[in-house]
């Protein structure tokens, strides 16, 4: 398996935005091969003296960190599934912009070792 982990800060008024726009990428995430989408809103997101989730995305005041995963079977299947997202219309997102500042964003992709 192969994950694509992210995590980001969210306007709280933004928060019915986010979820409307992860609900509409995810059916074309799940069309082009990934397995599972999770989408999670912060609730115990401590503080950190030297790191944190909140030092890394710069959460500002008024805004919640976001930590979300998408599951593809293989690495290649994900190559395959991102070309594919990225030449689809639907993710374009016409006439909406994104619901949170996507520079402090951070996102990578993973080799998993261990499900359980």
Not at 78 to 99: A, I, T, V
């Amino acid at each position: 398996m192969y994950v694509d982990g992210f995590v980001a800060a969210v306007p709280n008024d933004k928060k019915d935005a986010y979820l409307e726009h992860a609900t509409k990428a995810s059916v074309v995430f799940k069309e082009y091969g990934a397995l599972s989408v999770v989408e999670a809103w912060g609730d115990d997101v401590p503080e950190g003296k030297l790191t944190s989730f909140r030092m890394a995305v710069k959460q500002e005041e008024n805004e919640t960190v976001i930590f979300s995963w998408i599951t593809w079977p293989s690495k290649q299947a994900r190559d395959d599934g991102w070309k594919k997202l990225m030449e689809d219309p639907r993710m374009k997102m016409e006439g909406s912009e994104m619901p949170f500042d996507g520079k402090r964003m951070i996102y990578g992709g993973f080799n998993a070792i261990l499900e359980a």
